[in-house]
């Protein structure tokens, strides 16, 4: 829902290390815009622990109606999944590499548009995942994907650039992966480059892996990388982009890209693939149990 910004009263959480952006001249927008709609708003950091009970208590105490995360879609997952069971709004000032979620929703990359966004957008229901029992509001990925996340994770540099050199990096070194999927009580055989389990319809960075995904429509949309030749990978990748067409789980695909929807799925991961969840690696797993948690977090949007 919408609420006078005059009635709001707003947290903003600033992970100082995300992205490549400068985030010092961010407390004096947020100071400003706030003075602008006679709202009240404070600025606090992120903590890397992602114990939010600092803030939790300030809602509490203070009757905090908005939580505005400053940073990437691991700092989104953090906040969100500490602070979701609470009755309030959250916005994002996408300040991270990828800031999957916050294009996904259609808020702008332009921090002071962000900003002035939270005083002024509409608040509506997302869905989420928990992947086993850890927290989802994107993507989860295993495979090339994920290995691309690890490698990024340990480079000096953050940015577009850095992301790219270590995705064509690992490009020519990929190897796949046998999976074993159970959808609907279907056991599926598959050696994949990698498997995404998308909530969003963004990687990130305005790249779209699952086209047909929507944030509230109690569907996981799951997408299929299988072996192939390398020289063609590129072109079908491409070609899941621009046009993604939704295919039955149970269809037999060789050689060809799947990618259907379903509120819940089992991975096996015999081979333990990398695994990353929202863009973070995360040690690899055996078994994920993945389903689909409807209507989780009111996420402010534009109207």
Do not use: W
């Not at 055989?189 to 998308?198: E, G, L, N, P, R």
């Amino acid at each position: 829902m919408r609420v006078d910004p005059s009635q709001k009263k707003l947290i903003f959480l600033v992970n100082p290390i995300s992205g490549t952006r400068p985030k010092a001249d961010l407390a004096d927008l947020v100071k400003q815009t706030a003075e602008r709609f006679k709202s009240q708003a404070i600025v606090l950091p992120t903590v890397a622990s992602g114990d939010y009970s600092f803030v939790r208590q300030r809602i509490e105490e203070e009757a905090y109606t908005d939580v505005i995360i400053c940073g990437g879609d691991g700092t989104v997952n953090n906040v969100m999944s500490d602070l979701r069971d609470l009755d309030i709004h959250f916005g994002i000032v996408p300040c991270g590499s990828g800031n999957g979620l916050a294009y996904c929703a259609g808020i702008p990359k332009n921090p002071q548009k962000a900003i002035e966004l939270a005083f002024t957008g509409k608040a509506r229901y997302i869905d989420a995942f928990l992947v086993n029992e850890q927290f989802a509001c994107m993507l989860c990925g295993l495979g090339f994907d994920a290995k691309v996340a690890h490698d990024f994770a340990q480079q000096p540099g953050r940015g577009l650039l850095t992301y790219t050199q270590q995705t064509i990096k690992n490009y020519f070194t990929a190897t796949t992966y046998h999976f074993e999927m159970v959808v609907e009580e279907h056991v599926i055989q598959t050696d994949a480059f990698f498997i995404s389990v998308a909530n969003s319809n963004q990687f990130g960075n305005q790249f779209t892996i699952a086209p047909k995904a929507s944030l509230n429509d109690g569907l996981l949309d799951i997408v299929v990388v299988p072996k192939m030749n390398k020289a063609i990978l590129p072109f079908a990748l491409m070609q899941q982009v621009r046009t993604g067409q939704l295919t039955s789980a149970l269809e037999e695909q060789t050689g060809t890209i799947q990618y259907f929807q379903t509120a819940k799925i089992q991975i096996r991961n015999k081979d333990l693939a990398p695994l990353h969840i929202d863009g973070e690696p995360k040690e690899s797993l055996e078994t994920l149990n993945i389903r689909i948690l409807p209507r989780c977090v009111q996420l402010i949007q534009p109207i």
